[in-house]
């Protein structure tokens, strides 16, 4: 099984929103007093940077060696580097904590228009810091020369199914999309060693997907899963993890970004996959383009 690459190296120097994205990203598979320690830290980011780890360990009534463990599990030498990444920001921005707005139903047309234009961005923005390019290289390398490609997703990622469906049939990948639970054990128990699953799940929880991407596993298949948080059930049955950092921080947004970070890293697996085809990608897109032209024509 391929190890975890998210997570980057402990000598390379990461800044604030990185920092916060880790933590966000960690937040799920986190003991009781770990998330006691990111709850605090999250809320009150310019306080922690100037406090040290034993203040720290008697405000939010932790002992300093856990605090010492939460930081290194974060890939940071130590508390002292830790706070040295806090106060880091590469760009003047506000960190990652803070830089989503939320939406009122008493706002007006402009101002939710705004927010939700910006907090799309900033999904953007933090779903490529967190994207590793020599995984998402891994499972464009598998999909390349897979006999079959199966994606496995349901709620708010079947829209990052059809997607998947349109791209790649597009390119002549023997693609097929399933959201369906019944219809996702039963194709995945059919799979073998030529053949890559595919298991998106904003959670990494989602029972049917994660059994699924198991079913397929033990047959011999090639798996890769999309999620927004790491050591869950469904990154213990990926051999590529793919990760995404969305946010949804209200009800009226829940779904919302983690879609667009989903679709934009099919989107940019689907490229990949092109490029290493070339040739025969270009051959295969104007195929199916040639047959979509003809069939308006005859019904315009």
Known sequence: MMKRTRMKSHNQQIDSRQLFLRI???????TKAAKKI????????EETKYMSISSLAEEINVSESMITKFVRALGVRGYQDFKVCLAMSQDNNAPAAEIFGVVSLDDDAASICRTM????VETLRDSLSVLNFKDAEKAAEL????RRVEFYGSGGSTIA??????????????????????????SASLLGKRDVAV???NSGRSVSIVESLEIAKKGGASTICITNHEETPLTAQADVRLYTASRDVDRLSENLH?????????????????????????ENLERTADVIRR????IT
């Open 24 to 30: 966000r990203g960690k937040y799920s598979s986190m």
């Open 38 to 45: 990111a709850d605090y830290i999250l809320a009150n980011y």
């Open 117 to 120: 234009y910006m907090n799309n």
């Open 143 to 146: 999909i390349s020369r897979a």
């Open 161 to 186: 199914l059809a997607d998947a469906l349109a791209r790649f049939h597009r390119i002549g990948i023997m693609c097929f999309t399933y959201s369906d639970s019944h219809t996702q054990l039963m």
């Open 199 to 201: 298991g998106i799940s």
């Open 258 to 282: 983690s879609r667009i970070a989903e679709l934009s890293l099919i989107d940019s697996i689907y490229v990949i996959v092109a490029s290493k085809m070339k040739r025969k990608a270009l």
């Open 295 to 298: 069939h308006r024509l005859r």
